[in-house]
């Protein structure tokens, strides 16, 4: 079982930005890619962006790109969101997540996701 767990969440103005971390309570993180996800309600969860486990490839959905960076480091266990430029649609629940999954192309899924953190909320004002 990995947990992982999320920090970083919070209120902005358009504009600014955020630095999203979770941290994973594994000695085999480097045996994950991870993802960001996020959640408005009424809402399916949404791929944001997900990095292999080597950190060597990073993947994003279209409206962040540009504006979000994932990176991860290895040796804290940790991945990490930068989102600069943020926009009012950016409001979610950003969740954290890990799997073991070897395609890129499954790694836009949430299902294809084995671990999930509880999630932190972002909310950007206008």
């Known amino acids: 079982q990995v947990q992982l767990i999320e920090s970083g969440g919070g209120l902005v103005q358009a504009g600014g930005s955020l630095r999203l971390s979770c941290t994973a309570s594994?000695?085999?993180?480097?045996?994950?890619?991870m993802g960001w996800f996020r959640q408005t309600p009424g809402k399916e969860r949404e791929f944001v962006a997900a990095i292999s486990w080597s950190g060597g490839n990073t993947y994003y959905r279209d409206s962040v790109k540009g504006r979000f960076t994932i990176s991860r480091d290895n040796a804290e266990n940790s991945v990490y969101l930068q989102m600069n430029s943020l926009k009012p649609e950016d409001t979610a629940v950003y969740y954290c997540?890990?799997?073991?999954?070897?395609?890129?192309?499954?790694?836009?899924?949430?299902?294809?996701?084995?671990?999930w953190g509880q999630g932190t909320q972002v909310a950007v004002s206008s």
């Open positions: 594994t000695r085999t993180f480097s045996n994950y890619a």
């Open positions: 997540a890990a799997t073991r999954a070897r395609t890129s192309a499954e790694y836009y899924y949430a299902s294809n996701y084995n671990y």
